[in-house]
């Protein structure tokens, strides 16, 4: 039977056959007929009210609340529909991949070869999707009011944007809009939705739908579903299995027949269930497609899609993100909680997916900056290094020890060079950019040295790596060095340090620990990230090599970051539209300049100074370069990170399942990969440095920045300020005092015996109030004891024996005798540390004295033997 034929009698069956109808008992029939009117108008009521009182709190809600989001969404959706075109569902190119040189070095057209028209599909399949997503879909426009009523419901009884959308919408969802879930995004699906169904017909909108649907394991559109899942055409397949694959489109990761087969069958058989209430199927069909047995597996080389090129991944993986960022997916980095990295991990993945379907499925040309050539001899240093280790995994049949290597081009911020593994055959999976592993103390640059030198710190800063207590990582050198300056603290990677910074960064900023890390676009944070221990590169899931290449290119780049990308441009192939271009990609200002630069200086000192922690790496065409190393506990992974002004190469090697290495042995590995690669890639180069900031000057012999100096005039500034107050304060001291004082020289006070107990209770609170002075040039103290002896005599002429009075006196003398006292022991306190320190600057001048004497000697007898020498060559010329 042809297709057509099929479908002609799926018509008529629908015409025909119904679900079979209960039959009633005849003498009940009047009263079933009352029950059932009286039943019916009940619920007729019961709907109307509700349905009422649904638009009339739906009305309100809206105008009141989204009146505004929403003609904001319909002018996005009415601008889009402008743009619509059937390239969009059906591409009829194939998607390119050129080279640096222009060549094709890889095609990809999914659906040139999968794709199925409406009159080519069995009709069930369309019938199948229908009952169970649609039943109205021959009857509206695009969109179902009665769902355009639920979500208004639902929106405002506080239950989110929640109703059913019709196929036509579900089709603007997967190929316009992002997953995100909101009024705005609902109202311009909609309107989307409705010109759609303007433009095209209804059979091309369900083969638009049935082409481009995500069913799981890589397979968009149903008939690559049904290769992928049945190993078959989705015309060969039988009526359990189409109803099968329709009801993976509701959610493929709980319907997937192969890993949840309990579930999908559950769900294909309610697919049935429709079918058959609506009239597509018979009952014969019905029942015999309940007995089938479901049997599906994973054929993923049915799709004959996979990318085997580390390079050609990588451009893939840019293009991917650069549609999602034109099609307004908002990328996210940081999250307040586990909820919401967890909402937006999975909207990610849904847009990810979407998006990457479509450039596989055809239509584009990705022109890249690949260079196979260059590729191939950087995948030879890292397999050749990596030799010494040949044990082979006996399950996956890769090396056990694997290696990630990225390399950025720091004039463009172009990846160059993207090595995932170690290059054996079926090694296709590119950890430089899809594996995250702990970094270690290859991140401390990034996350502690950075913003502390934006915080105005400088290399000759001194921090002290005691640990305070046991919260502190320990150092690596396992024990305290004292204090220590930044540059040298970074050289010999001190973990007490780095933590400090971090700590110190996060109070002062009031930032986030990662903050820097999510602006460079780290995928790999988490909530329980934004904790100092990431300083030493205790991280939940961690970093890659891309990622960390991105980041030291960054501190290059003066503190600029630009996203790391292979790809040059990308043009829709329908219309010659270029959509992309990396000459127009905007840089984002992470670090000041000048922070930047001392970050990459401080880096020099890893390899500069003898107790660096690369002090054994060379580099042949390079004096002025940059590194950092970078171990994690148990050396599970290993790191090189570092850059010459033209390069920046970050290396990884560890297991692919964490175990601990050999850190003297595989450390020195990743230095070798980033020695012999930094060679290959500045030889025939310029020796040249980094390019130092206007902001950065040399003084003194130290590198001081503007940030510094900033910092230095805020301080003085704030001490001016302390000062003005203490100032103020002794004044305000002064005035009160003489106010007392001319209370205590009052005629009263003198003629002590006229006092009552009231006045010399009011006599006593004045001189309670009295203040203190303590300074290097006021002590009035002896002015205070003077009017407490007068007061004390008149207290003792009304209370010889004692009393309250002399209590509160005695109180009063004694506590402002305290006072003094404390005062007088702060000051002396103070002056004895300035006495200290002139003793210190006269003990460093004469030792510089001694010095300046021992090189001046040194230089005199230099020149007494050259004149000897210079003596004797001319008596012998002579």
Known sequence: MTQTTRREQRKKNKNTIKPPKIAR???????????????????????????????????????????????????????????????????????????????TIQEL??????????????????????????????????????????????????????????ITQQLVKNIYLTPEVSISRKVEEMVIAQQLEKKFS???????????????????????ASKVYFDKNINDTTLLEKATLIGVTNNPSIYDPAE?????????????????????????????????????????????????????????????????????????????????????????QTAYNKVYQRIISGGYEIKTKINQDLHNQLQGIVSDVLAAWPEMDEETNLYTKQAAMTVIDNTTGEVVASIGGRGEEGNSYNRAFLSDRQPGSAIKPLVSYGPAYERGLLET?????????????????????????????????????????????????????????????????????????????????????????GGIATLVNQGNYRTPTNIETINRKDNEQEIYNSANIAQRKVYSDDAAYLTIDSMKGVHQEANGTAADTTLAYNSNWAIKTGTTDDAKDLWTVGATPYYTVAVWIGDDTPA??????????????????????????????????????????????????????????????????????????????????????ADSV?????????????????????????????????TFDRYAQQIWKSIQQIEPRGGSLSTLYTNIYKSKEAE???????????????????????????????????????????????RSTNSSSSSEEN
């Open 25 to 103: 008992n005849k003498g009940n029939r009047n009263k079933d007929k009352k029950h059932k009117l009286t039943k019916t108008t009940k619920l007729s009521f019961s709907a109307i009210a509700v349905i009422f009182i649904g638009l009339l709190a739906g009305g309100i809600f809206f105008y009141n609340n989204y009146f505004n989001t929403v003609q904001t969404a319909i002018d996005a959706g009415q601008s889009q529909a402008k743009k619509i075109q059937e390239s969009d569902f059906k591409q009829h190119y194939p998607t390119t991949i050129l080279d640096s040189s222009g060549n």
């Open 109 to 166: 057209k999914t659906q040139e070869r999968d794709y199925m028209t409406y009159e080519e599909m069995d009709p069930l399949v369309s019938e199948a999707l229908i009952s169970i997503e649609d039943r109205r879909f021959y009857e509206h426009h695009g969109v179902d009011t009665q769902g355009l009523l639920t979500v208004g419901i639902n929106a405002a009884i506080g239950r989110g944007v929640r109703g059913a959308s019709t």
């Open 202 to 224: 209804k059979h091309k909108i369900l083969e638009y739908y049935l082409n481009n649907v995500y069913f799981g394991h890589g397979a968009y559109g149903i008939n690559a």
């Open 260 to 348: 949840e087969p309990k579930e999908s069958l559950k769900r294909a058989r309610l697919v049935l269930k429709q079918m058959y209430r609506e009239g597509y199927i018979t009952q014969d069909e019905y029942d015999q497609a309940r007995k089938d047995k479901l049997e599906a597996s994973v054929h993923t080389e049915a799709l004959n899609n996979e990318v085997k090129d580390n390079e050609i991944a990588l451009a893939l993986d840019s293009a991917t993100k650069t549609l999602m960022e034109q099609q307004d997916f908002r990328f996210q980095y940081q999250f307040d909680s586990t909820e919401e990295e967890a909402q937006y991990k999975e909207e990610y």
């Open 461 to 549: 800063t001194t921090v002290s790596d005691d640990r305070p207590n046991n919260t502190y990582p320990n150092n690596v050198y396992q024990r305290s060095l004292g204090d220590l300056t930044l540059r040298n603290a970074m050289a010999i990677s001190s973990n007490v340090v780095a933590y400090k910074l971090a700590i110190q960064n996060q109070e002062e900023t009031n930032e986030p620990v990662y903050q820097q890390l999510a602006q460079m676009e780290f995928g790999g944070l988490d909530v329980a990230d934004n904790n100092p221990i990431i300083a030493v590169g205790g991280m939940t899931y961690g970093a890659t090599t891309q990622e960390m290449a």
């Open 660 to 745: 601990a290495q050999n850190n003297a042995v595989v450390g020195k590995a990743t230095r070798t990969i980033f020695q012999q690669t930094m060679d290959l890639l500045n030889n025939g180069k310029e020796d040249i440095d980094f390019t130092m900031p206007s902001s950065v000057t040399l003084q003194n012999g130290q590198l001081v920045t503007r940030s510094s100096q900033t910092k230095q005039v805020l301080a003085a500034r704030k001490s001016a300020l302390q000062a003005s107050t203490a100032a103020i304060d002794t004044a305000a001291k002064k005035v009160s005092n003489q106010i007392i004082a001319d209370k205590l020289d």
């Open 750 to 782: 003198s003629e002590a015996n006229t006092f009552s107990n009231t006045l010399l209770s009011e006599q006593l609170e004045a001189l309670s109030d009295y203040q203190i002075l303590v300074t290097d040039t006021e002590d009035n103290w002896s």
């Open 820 to 866: 003094y006292q404390q005062a007088k022991s702060t000051l002396n306190d103070s002056l004895s540390d300035i006495d200290d320190e002139i003793k210190q600057a006269e003990e460093d001048d004469k030792t510089l004295d001694s010095q300046i004497k021992d090189i001046q000697d040194a230089i005199d007898e230099a020149r007494g033997i050259r």
